[in-house]
């Protein structure tokens, strides 16, 4: 198995806004190509506990065989980050003092074959994150009518021509590669790109893999989850990578911020709701020229970080 390609982003500031010390017990909900969770080991120590979960299986054998000191020394579970909470329970921890989670895809996935991420090589239509279970790619669009493909095109991708797509992608199944996709959607709106600086299936092809995946829903899950495991002062840093994202984070962060969560005809509080955090990035922190230069797919990220009151 090849050495990890995968570069992060904003790692630094992900994790200064932890402030992580030694003997803490933390969480990396994504552990992808290991380096946040090998640089948090460093920062907490032998005396910390460090727990990094992975929907990919591939991505914790990759780690587990580059890194297997580490990796004998933290707990690492292959599972999607939703079930944070059964997780930790299912080990004994009820209380954490700082979580983690970069939600890009990594380089590694987008780069082996077989996974059905890119539209760059011919791969088949999986795009599993857990390829262990649930539905295909090609399994969602034989089963899917153009209504709904159009929706979950929009919806997840902020696709302008989400309807001309779907109607295509209907017209155009069974397709038996991830080139023979991209090639149909770009046949259909590629006239609507000329000078744009993306591929014409680049939103289809993130909405899909958002469908496939589940992840907005499994995000707010892991969220809502994540902060009643922090203790009072714990803190948790996200980096996302698109408006969808970038928005659960941000409404959920400051939902459980807010004094009140009356609408605004109503003159009194009647919700009695309490912040249980305090938002420590009102606008979201994002990349430097510098690692944007370095790294070109950082270009999108943000990042938010909260404290647990």
Known sequence: MEKTRHIPVMI??????????????????????????????????????LIALDADKNAIERFEKQHAKIAKEITIVHSNFSQINDILSQIGITQVNAIVADLGLSSDQLETVNRGFSFLQEDPLDMRLDQSNGETLDALIARTNAQ???KIIYEYGDERHANKIA??????????????LANTIEKAVGRFYRGAKIHPA???????????????????????????LLVPTGRMSIVTFHSGEDRIVKNT???????????????????KHK????????????????????????????????EKI
């Open 202 to 228: 680049t939103k289809t092809f993130q909405a899909l893999r958002i469908a496939i995946n589940n992840e907005y829903t499994n995000l707010e899950t892991f969220l809502t989850s994540g902060i009643k």
């Open 253 to 271: 962060f400051r939902t459980n911020a807010k004094e009140c969560l009356c609408t605004p005809e109503i003159p009194l509080c009647v919700c």
């Open 275 to 306: 912040p249980s955090v305090r938002d420590l990035t009102k606008k979201p922190l994002q990349p430097t020229g510098e690692e944007i230069q370095k790294n070109p797919r950082a270009r999108s990220a943000k990042l938010r970080a909260i």
């Open 148 to 150: 709904n493909l159009s």
């Open 167 to 180: 109607r295509a992608l209907i017209e155009g199944r069974p397709f038996l590669s991830t080139i023979e």
């Open 12 to 49: 630094d500031e992900a994790l200064d806004c932890l402030r992580l010390k030694t003997g803490m017990v933390v969480v990396d909900a994504t552990l992808g190509g290991g380096s946040y969770t090998r640089k948090i080991s460093h920062m907490i120590g032998p005396s910390g506990t």
